[in-house]
């Protein structure tokens, strides 16, 4: 697989892109395809025109493409991550709502492409215990990094994202396995759990008796809450167009 990457920013030189681009790929290759057995290649591509062309993907060349923006643009944001109506993979870096969020663009453009790689029409669920009622069970998004999504590594210096392992879709907890990349402990000395959220991020889920798509964090965390507040008023994320039937 390969994802084209069109940089429309006007901050951001592609000397600069093809340095974490490289950091990137090698966290692809390197760290996330051993474990998941399946990656891409992300590649920078030539800019045909000035915005995205959702109906065209103009500039694209790959089989899933990520375009780089400046700012948050609710009409090309419509289809964030979406396919078009050719059935092509697609999706968006918004240089200003990850300035909002805190968030290195960088470790933004890796749970992009992870969670591309993974899931590309955002159509993938896992069935698993509901949050808050493990008796209740529901249908989880196949989603790489939005559990861990506040934790992040550097590769050649570049800062690149956390992300979850197979073990982490599995019911209760194996023996001697790990739910995350990085496995950092909290106080407690605990992991990541099964189908858990690590503090900053947030799950979603598909819920059959309400018959609806939902996204959950931990009431007592305000930065995950900021984050799902930040993300639905740009209309922005996968999230949005699985709660919206866009998907």
């Known amino acids: 697989m390969i994802i084209s990457l069109?940089?429309?920013?006007?901050?951001?030189?592609?000397?600069?892109?093809?340095?974490?681009?490289?950091?990137?790929?090698?966290?692809?290759?390197?760290?996330?395809?051993?474990?998941?057995?399946f990656g891409a290649n992300l590649r920078l591509e030539g800019m045909i025109g000035k915005r995205a062309d959702i109906k065209s993907l103009s500039g694209m060349r790959g089989d899933a493409v990520l375009y780089l923006n400046d700012k948050t643009n609710i009409k090309d944001a419509l289809g964030y991550h979406d396919k078009n109506n050719r059935g092509i993979p697609y999706g968006f870096i918004f240089l200003d709502l990850c300035k909002k969020l805190g968030e290195s663009w960088t470790v933004t453009l890796s749970h992009e492409t992870m969670e591309l790689i993974a899931d590309a029409q955002s159509n993938l669920l896992v069935q698993g215990p509901h949050p808050d009622n493990p008796e209740h069970e529901v249908f989880h998004w196949f989603e790489m990094c939005d559990a861990v999504q506040s934790e992040s590594y550097?590769?050649?210096?570049?800062?690149?994202?956390?992300?979850?392992?197979?073990?982490?879709?599995?019911?209760?907890?194996?023996?001697?396995?790990?739910?995350?990349?990085?496995?950092?402990?909290?106080?407690?000395?605990?992991?990541?759990a099964s189908f858990g959220v690590k503090p900053g991020g947030y799950i979603g889920f598909y819920d059959p008796k309400k018959r609806e798509h939902t996204t959950w964090s931990p009431p007592e965390d305000a930065v995950a809450k900021q984050r799902l507040i930040a993300k639905t008023e740009a209309r922005s994320g996968r999230g949005y167009l699985r709660r919206n039937a866009i998907a």
Do not use: M
Not at 11 to 33: G, M
Not at 155 to 183: C, K, W
């Open 6 to 37: 069109i940089n429309h920013s006007t901050s951001l030189s592609d000397e600069e892109v093809q340095c974490v681009i490289r950091a990137i790929n090698r966290q692809v290759k390197e760290d996330f395809e051993p474990y998941w057995s």
């Open 154 to 192: 550097k590769i050649d210096g570049i800062e690149v994202s956390n992300f979850v392992l197979p073990s982490y879709f599995t019911p209760g907890e194996q023996a001697g396995a790990r739910n995350d990349f990085l496995g950092r402990l909290d106080a407690d000395r605990k992991g990541l």
